[in-house]
């Protein structure tokens, strides 16, 4: 989060400042991502790599379509997932006002 704030904060972007401050005031744990380091060149201060990476998955929805099974009948959604510290298969049943 403090990265692309900076990178961003960096382009003088107008109303930018009052939005860089709502982001740290409602998102106090910061934005959520998972990623595995790199093995090799992984470099922290690479400041392409990061913008990179932060467009790839921030142009992209969170969640595949293939994974959210609409029950028209049952006015329910079954959506599923696989936990990205241990792998196990998540599947969720719950209602449309839920989701």
Known sequence: MYQ???LLSKQKLK?????KQKFYDELVSGFYVYAKKKEKDND???VDDCVNYITRYTSRPPMAENC???EDDK???RWWYNHHEDEKYIEVYESVENF
């Open 44 to 46: 922290d201060n690479n």
């Open 4 to 6: 692309i704030l900076d």
């Open 68 to 70: 959210i099974k609409y």
């Open 75 to 77: 006015k329910m959604i």
């Open 15 to 19: 109303y930018f400042r009052y939005l």
